[in-house]
């Protein structure tokens, strides 16, 4: 086989613009280093003929994207909430169904088993407990129904939380309530949590052990997670093993990532969502 | 002047064009991966990782957009991207026939599929850059924004892994195209079925020349 000599079109000088002529040289550079074969030259296509659908289209998603930001919250929600209802299986496969994003910070999700998980309370207490699912039940029960905002944007309205609260579980504990702080630790290892006594005291502050009246699954933290209503969805630690009372609050996992302490919906983190209220 | 015998091979994509799209495979690849654990509850079950994987993502979305601005300065993908953006007579005529690839109707040297797949790439690289950058500098903007922007980035994506699939299972099909973007030449007679136009004004460049 014959190869062809590389050549190229010899237009008029100066019918070629300068941008053309400079790149040139450096595509043909460019193919000496990558490429050994001989080419032809590359023709320039006939002049423009045709619709410009390509540009329509790309200007279209554009317009649509910009649209789909202004409208989003609103159809999110109706996607979200009509997938939900149609089709239940699909919230695992396809994103931001059913409102809720499942974040870890570490691989996976924690095992546990459920006869041998045990909520350490420890710390500033007269009485370190060590309960079981079977102790957390025979505490009083609080439900409540509120919104999960998360800082990152999204939010589940309505959602049906029970479990004990948080207060009295330190009571039960005997836990010195002129403590300054509270630190939360999961079984995942890594992530942690704080709050003050003052606001782990608030009533609807939850050692949360169902949701949607069902226990909570592995996602959402199983078998024990914090749910801390008013404060942004960081806050609520998932897979909860332990509560320890004491005298300094200690930033959590977040917050040593530059995450506020006081999560404030809606007045922390440089937010304005709606409070929850 | 002699006769030259006919080229087998004619050139398809210069390293210019072969490069861009390469890096530009490796990013959206990488970013598809990511986004499937970051996003899919069944696939962060299974990794996890999450802050590696939110950062890995962050950084390919933020490279996305520098190769297709570094091959604007190449002949070559400028003359793709002119090729790209018009529609012919023939690639209506392809896009509604159903006997597409028996090579009867001549269209250029990009298919009316080929074409809309670029725009639609393009745009979707646009938009979900935009979406991308609110939501992280998420603090700087409101609520509504951040919703709007993450309802936005997430549906689009999952379309446009739909339709890097497809993009993947067209190239499985057809081996001699996935040579012309791995070597950038390809038989004169795989040009003349699938891009007949484009074999046409090749060979007349040819002839022109060898006159």
């Known amino acids: 086989m014959v190869s062809r000599e590389n050549r190229r079109p010899e237009p008029n000088e100066e019918e070629i613009p300068l941008s053309r002529r400079m790149s040139i040289p450096v595509a043909s550079l460019l193919q000496m280093c990558f490429h050994k074969r001989v080419e032809q030259p590359l023709k320039s296509p006939p002049a423009a003929a045709g619709a410009p659908v390509g540009r329509r289209i790309v200007l279209g998603m554009v317009g649509l994207g910009a649209l789909g930001i202004i409208f989003g919250r609103t159809a999110s929600q109706a996607v979200n909430s009509s997938v939900a209802t149609a089709a239940p299986g699909l919230s695992g496969v396809l994103p931001g169904t059913g409102g809720f994003r499942i974040y870890t910070v570490t691989n996976g999700y924690p095992e546990y088993n459920v006869d041998k998980y045990r909520l350490t309370v420890t710390g500033l207490v007269s009485t370190p407990l060590s309960l079981s699912l079977a102790d957390l039940t025979e505490l009083p029960q609080t439900g409540m129904t509120k919104d999960f905002q998360c800082v990152t944007g999204w939010r589940v309205d309505d959602v049906p939380w029970s479990g004990v609260l948080l207060s009295d579980v330190l009571n039960a504990a005997g836990a010195d309530l002129t403590a300054e702080a509270l630190r939360f630790t999961s079984f995942d290892g890594a992530y942690t949590e704080s709050l003050t006594m003052e606001q782990g005291l608030r009533p609807d502050v939850l050692v949360a052990t169902t949701m949607f009246g069902q226990p909570i699954t592995e996602e959402h933290g199983a078998p024990v997670r914090m749910y801390v209503a008013p404060m942004y969805g960081y806050k609520s630690i998932k897979w909860l093993s332990g509560i320890e009372v004491g005298e300094k609050v200690v930033p959590g996992y977040w917050e040593e990532r530059g995450y506020a302490v006081d999560a404030w919906v809606g007045n922390s983190n440089g937010m304005t969502d709606e409070p929850i209220t | ?211």
């Open chain 2, 1 to 211: 002047m002699n006769q030259l015998p006919e080229p087998a091979n004619i050139l398809r994509f210069t390293a210019a064009e072969r490069w861009t799209h390469r890096t530009l495979g490796i990013l959206m690849g990488v970013l598809l991966i990511t986004a499937a654990v970051l996003y899919l509850p069944g696939a962060s079950a299974v990794i996890g990782y999450r802050p590696v994987m939110r950062n890995v993502h962050v950084i390919a979305g933020f490279l996305l957009p520098i190769p297709i601005i570094v091959a604007c300065f190449f002949w070559a993908f400028r003359q793709d991207l002119r090729r790209l953006n018009r529609f012919s007579p023939n690639d209506w005529k392809w896009l509604r026939s159903r006997k597409r690839r028996n090579g009867e109707i001549p269209v250029g040297k990009f298919n009316a599929g080929q074409k809309l797949n670029s725009a639609f790439v393009l745009g979707s690289i646009i938009v979900l850059l935009a979406t991308g950058l609110v939501m992280y500098f998420n603090r700087f903007f409101p609520d509504d924004v951040r919703t709007g922007s993450t309802f936005v980035h997430d549906w689009l994506a999952l379309l446009v892994a739909i339709a890097t699939a497809g993009h993947m299972w067209m190239a499985y099909g057809d081996a001699t195209a996935r040579k012309g973007m791995l070597t950038g030449s390809v038989p004169v007679e795989w040009a003349e079925k699938e891009h007949g136009e484009w074999a046409n004004e090749v060979a007349g460049e040819t002839t022109q020349q060898s006159r």
